[in-house]
């Protein structure tokens, strides 16, 4: 069972649970992105049992009639076993997707996995004309070209700083290196991008960036922040109607994922521990 403490940034063990939490969600006027926690499987069948689980959750997802859609990391669908299950995998969801007007987001991994993670998108993009999305990082150095490509393809693209410590070699290291290159790459996007600009940060200075980028180029965008995180922002900006996503994990391996909130911040552990204690 899920302890008291995971549940601000889990949403529950299974998927009728977490669609009870996009219902709450969506009351609030923020929409969802579901995510079944869950990576890096080294043989096909589990990787098989959880592109399944996703199709089923579109299926879901539909019956509920709320306003979500989902999001995979591809080494949960078969990329550690090899880029054809990934990809077949990825393909078998995007087409569930396509029956019941789901969106599918592809999350990025380490920058070992980025290349046959774009060129998928790439392919489904093209395929679907942009009913899919992948997350692109500014702390790998090579976004600043990896962005122009995403440009030319219809689909949707979510810039984050990068959740993976990457090394010197590809990746910028400092904070305020990464906050450089998320700006430059923000600017890019709202002057290249036709399907709208998706800011996955809950960083305020991004965000009020975004919003003279959006005063300046017209391009519409998106926020999405995670699950626990400044949600009282999320209410705010979809209150002033800005588009606003919540990233909703769910599913039994809540573990690591909870583990991961906790270390990156301070604030983040005080938060959980207050609404144990009902402070
Ligand atoms: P940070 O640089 O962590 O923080 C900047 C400022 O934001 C802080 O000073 C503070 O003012 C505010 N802030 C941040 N966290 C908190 C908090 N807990 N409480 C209060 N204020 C806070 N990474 C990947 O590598 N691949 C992915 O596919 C991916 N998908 C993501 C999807 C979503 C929807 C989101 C939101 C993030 C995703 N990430 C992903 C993680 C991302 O790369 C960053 O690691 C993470 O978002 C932290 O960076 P930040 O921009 O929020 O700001």
Known sequence: MLPPIASNFVAGEDAATAIDHVRDCNDDGVSAILNLLGEHYDRRAPADADARAYMDLIRDIDAAGVDACV????????????????????????????????????????????????????????????????????????????????????????????????????????????????????????????????VGSHDPAMLDYAADLNEEYGTPYEVQMLMGVRESAQRELAADGVPTYQYVPYGNKWFSYFYRRIRERKSNALFALRAVIGR
């Not at 789901?102 to 991994?109: N, T």
């Not at 060129?119 to 500014?138: K, L, M, P, S």
């Open 71 to 198: 999001s995979v990391k591809p080494s949960q669908i078969g990329l550690d076993v090899g880029d054809d299950a990934f990809r077949e995998n990825l393909a078998s969801i995007v087409e569930v997707g396509q029956e019941h007007d789901c969106f599918v987001w592809v999350d990025m991994e380490d920058h070992t996995t980025t290349d046959v993670t774009l060129d998928a998108f790439e392919e489904h993009a093209r395929e679907t004309d942009g009913d899919v999305g992948v997350c692109i990082q500014a702390n790998l150095k090579r976004t600043a070209e990896d962005i122009e490509r995403l440009a030319k393809l219809p689909g949707k693209v979510r810039l984050v700083k990068g959740a993976y410590d990457e090394p010197k070699s590809v990746a910028h290291k400092g904070s305020e290196d990464v906050d450089t290159a998320y700006r430059d790459l923000l600017e890019y996007a709202f002057e290249e991008f036709e399907d709208g600009v998706a």
